[in-house]
């Protein structure tokens, strides 16, 4: 996370610039430029990683969450990431894309393998009602 210092004052995310303008240490416009340092703008569908606060590695750009690992984790998927494409290939006709249509996604939601997830979905949810 970046770390930004302003007439004396540091700060590291908005909620520390916006205290500071609250209690009037710092102007709107001195504020702006606080908050440009805190939270560097990224370009729509870029990915850029942060070192988040618990120390994890956290990738933007993905969804409008974070998607948010452990070296370790990373790791561990890195060397996965062959199985997932083989999957991803595999499985692509029944796959949702983004820039898919309304019908084409509609299509989809009908198809085997997604109709057999939902109904195991379904019964290890009647198990655990049960349980």
């Known amino acids: 996370m970046a770390t930004a210092t302003i007439k004396g004052f540091t700060f590291s995310n908005t909620a520390e610039v916006l205290a500071l303008v609250a209690a009037g240490k710092l102007v709107p416009d001195e504020a702006v430029k606080a908050l440009a340092l805190v939270n560097p703008t990224q370009r729509a569908g870029e990915l850029s990683c942060r070192v988040s606060q618990a120390g994890a590695v956290s990738v933007y750009g993905l969804q409008r969450m974070p998607v948010t690992l452990y070296a370790e984790q990373w790791e561990r998927l890195e060397q996965f990431i062959g199985k997932v494409r083989s999957f991803v290939e ?9 820039s ?11 198809h085997p393998k997604r109709v057999a997830a939902a109904a195991k979905s379904a019964e ?6 049960a349980a």
């Open 124 to 129: 290890s949810a009647k198990k655990r009602a």
């Open 90 to 98: 595999d499985n692509m006709d029944a796959l949702v894309l983004k």
């Open 100 to 110: 898919d249509t309304d019908e084409t996604k509609a299509a989809k939601a009908k």
